[in-house]
T-cell receptor
Framework: ETGVTQTPRHLVMGMTNKKSLKCEQH?????MYWYKQSAKKPLELMFV???????ENNSVPSRFSPECPNSSHLFLHLHTLQPEDSALYLC???????????????FGPGTRLTVL | SQQGEEDPQALSIQEGENATMNCSYK?????LQWYRQNSGRGLVHLIL?????REKHSGRLRVTLDTSKKSSSLLITASRAADTASYFC????????????FGKGTRLSVIA
């Protein structure tokens, strides 16, 4: 295991539902990330948090709302999603501050999201 | 974009053979990393090579980096069925706060 856990592992939701994805890292890292992985597309960076402050937001639709209450936990709140939002959502963490790309990232197992 | 692009998209080999995957990118980098992903799971870091390094080894893995050609290769020697996975390269920019950029990956199948 990588030291990064995600719950739930699978989620099926309707377009009017509200749900949250949870990520927890046990590595004492300073930066945390949300990625979206769709079939046949590169991994898409959604959000980066460094010491609980958002430092990167790659123009993600407002129906995705991140929350980072402390340096070990990261949430992704979902509401009024679309079927095209179905994907594997991956959380990662790294030691470096501000999500610097000089550092190795440690990934959780992902949440497989299906929007009906 | 500095996005890495892996080649080939898919590779199928027999157990015991060597597997070579390539990654090309477009802009200057600070480092290049290779990750592995088993089906439906998270990515696992394999190796990081810095822009001033040309070759790096880790067990059965050998990574090369040619900054003049903006390319890298990952060689897995004596492949095993358990090596079946997708392999991604990720490039790190020279600016301190730029995040890693991942490619689409190479799907490797090792047949026993």
């Amino acid at each position: 295991e990588t030291g990064v856990t995600q719950t739930p592992r699978h989620l099926v939701m309707g377009m009017t539902n509200k749900k949250s994805l949870k990520c927890e890292q046990h590595l004492g890292h300073n930066a945390m990330y949300w990625y979206k992985q769709s079939a046949k597309k590169p991994l898409e960076l959604m959000f980066v948090y460094s010491l609980e402050e958002r430092v990167e937001n790659n123009s993600v639709p407002s129906r995705f709302s991140p929350e980072c209450p402390n340096s070990s936990h990261l949430f992704l709140h979902l509401h009024t999603l679309q079927p095209e939002d179905s994907a594997l959502y991956l959380c990662a963490s790294s030691q470096a501050l501000a999500g610097a790309s000089t550092d190795t990232q440690y990934f959780g197992p992902g949440t497989r999201l299906t929007v009906l | 974009s500095q996005q890495g692009e892996e080649d080939p998209q898919a590779l199928s080999i027999q157990e015991g053979e060597n597997a070579t995957m390539n990654c090309s990118y477009k802009t200057s980098i600070n480092n290049l990393q290779w990750y592995r992903q088993n089906s439906g799971r998270g990515l696992v870091h394999l190796i990081l090579i810095r822009s001033n390094e040309r070759e790096k080894h880790s067990g059965r893995l050998r990574v090369t980096l040619d900054t003049s050609k903006k390319s890298s290769s990952l060689l897995i020697t004596a492949s095993r069925a358990a090596d079946t996975a997708s392999y991604f390269c990720a490039t790190g920019g020279n600016s301190g706060n730029t995040p890693l950029v991942f490619g689409k990956g190479t799907r490797l199948s090792v047949i026993a």
